[in-house]
């Protein structure tokens, strides 16, 4: 059969359909790929598209800000899938508000000169290297970043431009004397008003929950319910500064060790001197003359303190006869520090010495001659640092042989305990949040929820805890993260489906009585029909948190009341209780001045506001299209 189809296959028919076959392929090919569609863009603004790779760009640098500011913890922070979720969805407005900018700019246009940007290249710090611009450590640094030179350049005469743009806006921004004083005397009102609030927690006996309820509040919140990752470890733990010294220090080394370092060892001579300054800014001669003279005056005997006191121009030192305290070596002027170093009695007066600062006549008061601490003295402390050092190097050597047969026996950490001389330590079962000691540390938890662990089932590489304290590890136990089962959150369910019934019963109360306040009933006959007290507070804040943080935001939402109209709502609280709270009086606190940090703060609000309704109506004016797309993982 095979050879009928070999010698069919030659015949002209058949070379003619295998070619209409082979050209259908190839046609079918190239129009998928033609036919392709092109990258969905993560959003459109006014017509313009925000490309997947800006996006993927600006969520990278992102979460590099995230990573330097929350460090290693970030990693566990950003394992939430809705925060990073709200992260992508920021990057996304963000650069949507730029873009909004970035076409108004133009609109007005605003422009950044090739020259302003070259400048700015050069100024920045993360491209200078002693402090001057460094063309290598530019393109370095640009390639870290995914740039190629001419994109960076188009990205920062971006910035530079809505900078421009943002600049000019808020250099227009101003506050009058009088906003400022309106605005504080607003921000420091004062309100006093009545509450009455309804406990759910007196409801909860009118309540009942069925196993029909709890089943289906389950089935309907079971995100609620996700029991964490867990894993349980073998790990074993090597300290430097537990490991037993296999060799002890010897005198004799630390003999070797002091001579080697002695310099180490030395208190340098230093000399306590005086001086007096004639200032040479006028006229040179003249002050060589002068201290030529207060020379002779000093040699003939006169008082060096009083005679600085009255004529030396360092006005500091001549309150105290001239005495600048100790100086050692490479402190003072160079010609100063020689001469006062050539005197070699306390008492002897120096000649008279120039100096960038004029000049002097230096005399020594006192003399500390250079000395060596003995090898006795400092015996104790050389022994503990070799012994330190031999310690480090033992830590290091072991942790080398350590390593290597964790790597090489990967399915057991036996082997590398005996090693290191050390016992290999179990866990029970814990998630992210609940690691024993020393394992909770982010680089060790990463590790033990990595693929690598949990399913090639291998050894850890070795995980730096601190220095000189490393662990290695390795999976026991995994359980997925999963629902936990009805029964073990039953009771859980019930109380909530209790709380919220009650809090529910509390609030057709609590709508009940406030009809009756809007009708016209006193709030304390409701108080007295509710069984529950009127509780007054005055001089309410807005900053205050009495009677409670809800009720004080509705409080100062409230409107003033009047003779004819009371100001009264109903406040549901955080705990499920309901309060209804009536507004008695509105009034101005004591009248403070105003300083120039209450001034700036307020400025700097104002700014901000403006700023913020200003982006609010370019968006609310322009044509905004968001794709789905954006929430998956960026790619660069």
Known sequence: MLERIREGSQGATAKVILTLVILSFALAGIGSYLGQPTETPVATVNGKEISQMSFARAYENERSRLEQQFGEYFSQIASDPAYTARMRENVIQRLVQQELQM?????????????????????????????????????????????????????????????QLASALIATDFTLENELTATVKLQNQLRDIESVTLSAANFK?????????????????????????MVALDYIELKGSELPLEEAVTDIEIAANYEENKALYMEPERRRVAHILVENLDDDAAAQAKAGEILVELQNGADFAAIAKEKSDDLVSAEIGGDLE????????PEFEAAAFAL?????????VQTEFGYHIIKLTDYEPEQVKQLADVSAEIKSQLELDKRLNQFYEVQTR?????????????????????????????????????????????????VEILEDGVNSELIEIADEHIVFIRAKEHKAAAVKPLEEVSAGIQLTLENQKASELAKEKAQELYASLQAGTALSDIAAKANVEVVATAGVKRQSFTPSYEVVQAVFKMPTPSAEVQSSELVTLGSGDVSLVVLNKVYDAPETEINEQMRDGIA?????????????????????????????????
Request: hydrophobic share 40%; aromatic share 8%.
């Open 604 to 636: 700097r609000q104002q700014v901000n506001k403006h700023y913020e309704g200003f982006i609010r109506a370019l968006q609310d004016n322009a044509d905004v299209k968001t794709a789905s797309v954006a929430a998956q993982e960026p790619n660069l």
């Open 103 to 163: 076409q108004l700019a133009q609109e007005l246009g605003l422009r950044v000169s090739d020259e302003a940007i070259k400048e700015e290249i050069r100024n920045i710090p993360a491209f200078q290297v002693a402090g001057e611009f460094n063309n290598d450590r530019y393109l370095q640094v640009i390639r870290q970043m995914n740039y190629q030179p001419d994109g960076f350049r188009d990205y920062l005469r971006k910035e530079m431009t809505l900078n």
């Open 344 to 352: 070699e009695s306390v008492g002897d007066l120096s000649d008279v």
């Open 326 to 333: 100790w100086i050692d070596r490479d402190m003072m002027d």
């Open 402 to 450: 350590v390593a290597d047969l964790a790597f090489e026996v990967a399915d057991s950490l036996k082997d590398a305990a005996e090693v290191a001389g050390v016992e290999v330590k179990s866990t029970e079962l814990f998630s992210r949040n609940n690691a024993p000691a020393p394992l909770n540390n982010p680089k060790v938890l990463n590790t033990a929820f990595s």
């Open 205 to 229: 006996s009118e309540v009942t929950v069925s196993e029909d309820e709890i089943k289906e509040y389950y089935q309907l919140n079971q995100n609620q319910f996700m029991a964490p990752e």
